[in-house]
């Protein structure tokens, strides 16, 4: 079980018990492509200060890279039983599984927000 697995599994469990409904992976597909997207943009972001050179990105890029992220990782996500995960996390250590769920909220926040403060400071700069 890898950290984005884990991410996924967590995500999907959280708004499937919020909204009263069977396991969805949707939410979990759109959080973690979310915040993959904020690391990329943000590599993207920090080669292009170091290179002193500002890459043409469109704005509907954001939504192409978001919905490209989704449906890769929905191929990942679609032959994979969310049973299997979720015997595999009920595997961990209880200090395993509280660390990993601390070290996901820490991912999925610090990832947008480093990704939207870089955009900001960067785009002022130029």
């Known amino acids: 079980m890898t950290f984005f697995d884990c991410i996924y599994l967590n995500v ?9 409904e069977k396991f969805s992976g949707f939410y979990g597909l759109f959080i973690l492509a979310l915040a993959q997207f904020f690391n990329i943009f943000s590599l993207v972001i ?3 200060a170091v290179l002193h050179e500002k890459f043409p990105m469109p704005k509907w890029s954001v939504v192409v890279a978001e919905l490209l992220l989704v449906f890769m990782n929905g191929i ?7 049973d299997t995960l979720q015997k595999a996390w009920q595997g961990f250590t209880d200090k395993k599984r509280k660390i990993w769920s601390t070290m996901m909220i820490i991912y999925i926040f610090g990832s947008v927000a480093i990704g939207l403060f870089l ?7 130029r």
């Not at 999907?12 to 009263?20: I, L, P, Q, R, T």
């Not at 990942?76 to 969310?82: F, I, L, N, V």
């Not at 955009?119 to 700069?125: G, V």
């Open 12 to 20: 999907s469990k959280f708004y499937s018990k919020a909204n009263n």
């Open 119 to 125: 955009a900001a400071y960067f785009s002022n700069k």
């Open 76 to 82: 990942r996500y679609y032959h994979t039983e969310p």
């Open 46 to 48: 920090c080669v292009g």
